[in-house]
């Protein structure tokens, strides 16, 4: 009979701790979802579909032996240090629940006396603050729900190496990075990552039953998924000699279309977004190959690959090009 499984990493490496989180849930099973928690040493984490040099500050970052690591969820640029704690939800198809999941993380934090609260679609705040934000991705047969729980990071370096467009910021209708966040131990004194590593156990096994703890996943898949993290071709991504480039904000985030037009087809296309949803960005981009650049079929390929709800904003984007 399948357990649930806790599992907290005894390694700061950025790259190693994604691997393993991405290899979990690769190899989830029906009535095993697992609980992995994990601290970085000082690292910028971009999302699946962001521009790094867009997102912080690169040069500074080597210059100062600052990690960057792009993630297999969508979303934003973040933060992580050793004054935070991600968690990790890598679960089969059949165990997913992201109700189920964010109340084991309410739960813990209430268990340290936080009295948190889920706002949106993926933060989590505490005294109108936000103290974690969550993503989202799939694998075949498996999903994973993961965030950052910020306990005693070193605020004063969040905005350091993460740059935030001016549009973002009315968007929020704050003035800084830092403003928008809270460390928990400035909340309630005496809230410790070992305190809250506990209670998130204690939340996950009185949801799931006992769990079992300390068992690792396939090293050698950690060990290749962790290459694949750390490679220039990964971090950076592709760039195309875009001849056309359609910019758009939205409620959702912000959007770039960058597209090689070629005697009116679309012989290549990227997208570059912050958007949640990690899989629309690459169907979309797909869905433009070889098609002619016209608005109409623009709005047929967003709709083929993200909804009618995507396609009416991809309409609208289309509209504001010259």
Not at 15 to 40: C, D, H, K
């Amino acid at each position: 009979m399948n357990r649930p499984l806790f599992l907290e990493s005894t390694s700061h490496n950025p790259y190693w701790n994604l691997a393993t989180e991405r290899i979990l849930t690769e190899q989830a099973q029906p009535g095993a979802p697992a609980l992995f928690l994990w601290s970085n040493t000082d690292t910028v984490v971009i999302g699946l579909n962001q521009d790094c040099r867009a997102e912080c500050k690169v040069d500074s970052m080597r210059a100062e032996g600052i990690f960057l690591m792009r993630r297999f969820s969508g979303g934003g640029a973040v933060w992580h240090d050793l004054g935070n704690v991600n968690f990790s939800f890598c679960c089969h198809d059949a165990d997913y629940d992201v109700d189920r999941q964010t109340d084991v993380v309410l739960r813990a934090c209430r268990k340290v006396g936080i009295d948190a609260v889920r706002t949106g679609r993926n933060d989590l705040e505490a005294a109108g603050c936000k103290f974690s934000g969550n993503a989202y991705y799939q694998v075949p047969g498996g999903h994973c729900q993961h965030g950052t729980l910020l306990v005693h990071c070193n605020m004063s370096r969040l905005g350091e190496y993460l740059t935030v467009s001016p549009e973002k910021l009315k968007k929020h209708a704050v003035s800084s990075v830092r403003s928008r966040v809270v460390n928990l131990a400035d909340l309630v004194p005496g809230v410790t990552i070992p305190r809250l590593s506990a209670a998130l156990q204690e939340a996950f096994e009185a949801e799931y039953g006992p769990a079992e703890t300390g068992r690792l996943p396939d090293r050698e898949r950690v060990e290749a998924c962790a290459a694949l993290l750390r490679s220039d071709d990964w971090i950076y991504g592709r760039r195309i000699p875009a001849t056309q480039t359609w910019k758009g904000s939205f409620p959702w985030g912000h959007f770039e279309l960058h597209l090689v037009v070629q005697q009116g087809l679309i012989r290549d296309a990227r997208v570059v977004t912050d958007m949640l949803d990690s899989s629309i960005p690459h169907a979309f981009a797909a869905a433009l190959i070889g098609e002619p650049c016209l608005p109409g079929r623009l709005v047929e390929a967003a709709r083929r690959a993200g909804g009618d709800a995507f396609a009416k904003d991809m309409a609208g984007l289309a509209c504001t090009q010259d």
